[in-house]
């Protein structure tokens, strides 16, 4: 089983302001096949990255994913004041799927 | 437009059997190749992915939760189902099923809780 560790926890920015997102990875995901997705309180996961680098339908320019092998990284451009969420990675390489324990983005 | 909608029984006595349908509408699960799946997420917590099926059946389970886990499919009411014996607490969670699992989780259906307790 591949284990994904996202870092920070919690990151505390305000809008305008950059935030990275980080996601390690226990083995080589292979073909980058990682996703990135946004949940917001109540509400279902919505997928924001898929293969590393590739914004899903809808998604604005300003989200946007990089890395290959272990180590993959979420960039926020600019902050609105709605992409204050819960941010999870997700692999989808190996048999078992397994997500990362999230990293949480708010308000500072 | 694609949409999922969960329904089943939100409260199971432990040991019995949690049950859950996934409704698709908006289009054919039969079609594009998809493979459908189960994911949860226990109050306050992270997910966790359960199983996902193919259309002709073909099903993947989560290792950790094999021995328990059945997802099945019915085309012909363009839906597919979760059951899960044994319950325990532990398995309190808000339930998602989305269309996803040898790609990635693109589209969700909105989540129906469901609590185990006697």
């Known amino acids: 089983e591949i284990v994904l560790t996202q870092s920070p926890g919690t990151l505390s920015l305000s809008p305008g302001e950059r935030a990275t997102l980080s996601c390690r990875a226990s083995?080589?995901?292979?073909?980058?096949?990682l996703a990135w997705y946004q949940q917001k309180p109540g509400q279902a996961p919505r997928l924001l990255i898929y293969?590393?680098?590739n914004r899903a339908t809808g998604i604005p320019d300003r989200f946007s994913g990089s890395g290959s092998g272990t180590d993959f990284t979420l960039t926020i451009s600019r902050l609105e004041p709605e992409d204050f969420a819960v941010y999870y990675c997700?692999?989808?390489?190996?048999?078992?799927?397994?997500f990362g324990q999230g990293t949480k983005v708010e308000i500072k | 437009q694609l949409q999922l909608q969960e329904s089943g029984s939100g409260l199971v006595k432990p040991s019995q059997t949690l049950s859950l349908t996934c409704a698709v509408s908006?289009?054919?699960?039969?079609?594009?190749?998809?493979?459908w799946s189960w994911i949860r997420q226990p109050p306050g917590k992270g997910l966790e992915w359960i199983g996902y099926?193919?259309?002709?059946?073909?099903?993947y389970y989560n290792p950790s939760l094999e021995s328990r886990v059945t997802v099945s499919i019915d085309t012909s009411k363009n839906q597919f189902s979760l059951n899960l014996r044994s319950a325990t607490a532990a398995d309190t969670a808000v339930y998602y099923c989305?269309?996803?699992?040898?790609?990635?989780?693109?589209?969700w259906g909105q989540g129906t809780m469901v609590t185990v307790s006697s």
């Open positions: 997700q692999q989808y390489a190996s048999s078992t799927r397994t």
């Open positions: 908006g289009g054919s699960i039969s079609s594009g190749g998809y493979s």
């Open positions: 083995q080589r995901v292979s073909s980058s096949y």
């Open positions: 099926i193919y259309h002709t059946g073909s099903t």
């Open positions: 989305a269309r996803g699992g040898s790609r990635p989780f693109d589209i």
């Open positions: 293969g590393a680098s």
